[in-house]
């Protein structure tokens, strides 16, 4: 099967002892179950939608779709999870997002720069 693909098979000491502290747990075990309402789906932004600040993109696609993005893949490989509000997404560049059904059609925001 082409692609990469990561396979993750235990959790860390620090994540466990977190996960007990504050229950984080709970709505991973959801997530991850991949048979709730709600999943997480990788997605890349078009060239043409141009550089835009995380908020506009994060506000846009709650608003217009009801997704909930949380972490982003730069050009670079770099992974940012939560990514400050300033922080800018470029047409290019991925996004992780939480979604009652897999995103397919996005009508992207066009920033003209």
Known sequence: ???????????????????????VHLPLQILLRNNADQEIYHVTLPEATGSMSWWVLHSYLMDHY??????????????????????????GESIWLIAADRPMNIHWPVVKG
């Open 1 to 23: 099967m082409p692609g990469d693909f990561e396979l993750i098979l235990q959790m860390t000491a620090e994540m466990m002892v977190q996960a007990i502290q504050d229950k």
């Open 66 to 91: 009801g997704y909930l993005t949380f972490a982003r893949k730069q050009k670079d490989g770099t992974i940012v999870v939560n990514p400050k509000k300033e922080d800018q997404v470029c047409g």
